[in-house]
């Protein structure tokens, strides 16, 4: 906790492992139960070390009494579910954790609630928590209340509840759930379903209020921890300060990132030339926040497949694909976020009541899909040009985001003066580029620091046989350039030594 400032710092190295305690692993020969959490913290810990990942990140562990809901459907605002331990067994995971450096992130809810008798509804026989109108107070998507937030006291409940957690159980970030939904009275609502402020807008003005409010005691309290807002539109300053106007939030996920970049994954090669914009548009708006790039629960339910049954073509071609995929998000400014499973390389989406597919780990591709995650992660926490300037518009340079008919992608990424530039590569295609040349802003010799076809990871093998040295032949405005050799679906990382 001494270091939790350092550890959660904007500079530094973030991968989140985002997790269902339920549903991570369970014991078959014990009816299928899910692992206590004191069973679950060495198997976690030496999962989550032995992949690199810096900080975990649990689906809300608050008492829920729909399991079903993964904990979004909150009665006991207090209390770690009662489903896998007491109190004091959830703050010896959370030890456990910390003891071995991982940093833990709590999923809060405090946009809405269930209307269960025994939760917080018509909780005196008055609409104490919620809107007396339904209009108001019921949320359409999830037949949910929603608190109200013009209430002094329902703020002074939310955010000694936010606190709490933060004091007594010694989490480092909190992930805000479903942001969106707050600060938008019109919200999965139709014309004529919702009341405007009293400026006759859209906007919740004392859903933002308690926003700002809520980070505002929270870094005050806790300094080193940090507020994560889950907020899929367009609002703006979610990550600046409230002094500056803003919401106040540490970080944002960047969920057009997250829809865009799935969207041109999921698309055929041959048709990925036309579509290039989906990857670069992010670059129009990457330096206005601090962000975090999300591959979550929610994109691997719902018949939405697991990331690598997204991914089109043939096995081989599939595995490539996920291959480039994580690769291109290390490789993007911004902290990263994995839900648990893609590290696997799993086939089926989530199902919570059954355990991750453990069976493959460590078998034919899967493996090399784990190798894959373990070395991108040790290359992002080493490589200061990688996570230095993740929140920083001086991070990220482009060297040709225009080869569109190649369906490839180069940049740079840039930490502090001291620590060597390094180049990424991208191929969105199945076919091997030779002899593809790209400026570069210094001479001399650049190693090939991971490659995403290698034969360790299950690819063809494909590469610069350890790297390449410069020519002084200018392009991309820069005034030297590398001839390479690009791996089919891969993405290749080039450092100055």
């Known amino acids: 906790m001494a270091q939790r400032a350092q550890r959660n710092a904007l500079s530094a190295p973030m991968f989140v492992y985002e997790m269902h305690i339920g549903s991570w692993m369970r014991v078959p020969e014990e009816g299928n139960r899910s692992l206590t959490y004191r069973e679950l913290a060495p198997r976690l810990v030496e999962h989550v070390q032995r992949l690199g990942f810096t900080h975990v990140e649990f689906l809300p562990v608050m008492e829920h009494p729909f399991y079903g809901s993964w904990g979004y459907q909150i009665t006991g605002f207090f209390a770690p579910t009662a489903r896998y331990g007491g109190p004091r067994d959830f703050m010896y995971l959370i030890d456990y954790l910390h003891q071995h450096e991982i940093g833990v992130i709590l999923d809060w809810v405090p946009s809405h609630f269930p209307n269960d008798e025994h939760g917080l509804g018509f909780f005196d026989g008055t609409h104490l928590y919620e809107h007396a109108l339904p209009i108001q107070g019921i949320h359409p998507e999830w037949d949910s209340l929603l608190f109200n937030y013009a209430r002094p006291e329902v703020v002074s409940f939310l955010i000694s509840n936010g606190l709490f957690w933060l004091d007594k159980y010694h989490a480092d970030a909190l992930r805000v759930d479903a942001v969106a939904s707050m600060l938008y009275l019109d919200y999965a609502r139709k014309e004529g379903e919702w009341v405007p402020n009293r400026h006759g807008g859209h906007e919740n003005i004392e859903a933002i209020a308690f926003l700002r409010r809520l980070n505002e005691e929270v870094y005050r309290s806790h300094p080193g921890v940090q507020t994560i807002a889950e907020e899929s539109t367009a609002w703006p300053m979610v990550s600046q300060p409230t002094y500056l106007g803003g919401l106040g939030f540490g970080l944002k996920w960047d969920m057009g990132w997250m829809h865009d970049t799935l969207q041109y994954f ?148 840039l930490g502090t003066p001291a620590d060597p530039p390094i180049a990424v590569v991208c191929n969105f295609t199945p076919v091997v580029r030779h002899n593809h040349r790209i400026g570069v802003p210094a001479a001399g010799f650049w190693r090939e620091l991971l490659n995403t076809d290698a034969t360790d990871y299950g690819g063809s093998g494909q590469g610069n046989l350890g790297g390449c040295e410069t020519v002084p032949v200018p392009l991309h405005g820069r005034p030297h350039s590398l001839t390479l050799t690009l791996p089919p679906l891969g993405a290749v990382f080039l450092r100055l030594d």
């Open 266 to 413: 999921s698309r055929d090669p041959i048709y990925r030339r036309f579509h290039q914009h989906e990857l670069t548009f992010r670059s129009i708006y990457a330096s206005t926040g601090n962000f975090m790039l999300p591959l979550s629960h929610d994109e691997a339910v719902h018949g939405k497949g697991s990331l690598l049954g997204k991914m089109p073509g043939d096995d081989w071609q599939k595995f490539a694909n996920l291959r480039l995929l994580l690769a291109y998000m290390y490789a993007q400014p911004g902290k990263k976020l994995l839900f648990m499973g893609a590290e696997l390389g799993q086939w089926v989406e989530w199902a919570h009541d059954n355990s991750l597919d453990w069976h493959l780990s460590g078998t034919g591709s899967h493996a090399g899909i784990e190798r894959l995650v373990s070395d991108l992660n040790t290359a992002y926490r080493s490589e200061g040009a990688l996570h230095e300037g993740d929140c920083l518009p001086s991070g990220f340079e482009w060297i040709d985001a225009g080869d569109a008919d190649s369906s490839i992608l180069a940049f740079l990424r």
